[in-house]
């Protein structure tokens, strides 16, 4: 099993930047695909960004490719969600997922993730 805190929300003006953070517990992260969802007011959960087990792989929804980068460390337990150039409609609370797989691929959907963090919100004022 692992445990994964959000960290690093927060207010912040219409072209900001924000870096979100999502700390594992255990010893196997190495192990683990991570995804970051979002939810937003009122609407259902949407992929984000994901990232396979070594960081080599990378997938983004289409809503944030270019503004957002998705990286990991490993040996610090962390996946990372750089958002740059945030709009209000990036307004949501931001969760992050791990699923522990043997295949070398990414997970873009929430149904594909066993373990969730318990959301970090971002509010992107206009």
């Known amino acids: 099993q692992v445990q994964l805190v959000e960290s690093g929300g927060g207010l912040v003006q219409a072209g900001g930047s924000l870096r979100l953070s999502c700390a594992a517990s255990g010893r196997t992260f190495s192990s683990y695909a991570m995804g970051w969802f979002r939810q937003a007011p009122g609407k259902e959960r949407e992929f984000v960004a994901a990232?396979?087990?070594?960081?080599?792989?990378?997938y983004y929804a289409d809503s944030v490719k270019g503004r957002f980068t998705i990286s990991r460390d490993n040996a610090k337990r962390t996946v990372y969600l750089q958002m740059n150039s945030l709009k209000p409609e990036d307004t949501a609370v931001y969760y992050c997922?791990?699923?522990?797989?043997?295949?070398?691929?990414?997970?873009?959907?929430?149904?594909?993730?066993?373990?969730w963090g318990q959301g970090t919100q971002v509010t992107v004022s206009s």
């Open positions: 990232i396979n087990r070594s960081g080599g792989k990378i």
């Open positions: 997922a791990a699923r522990f797989t043997y295949s070398d691929g990414y997970y873009y959907s929430g149904r594909d993730y066993a373990y």
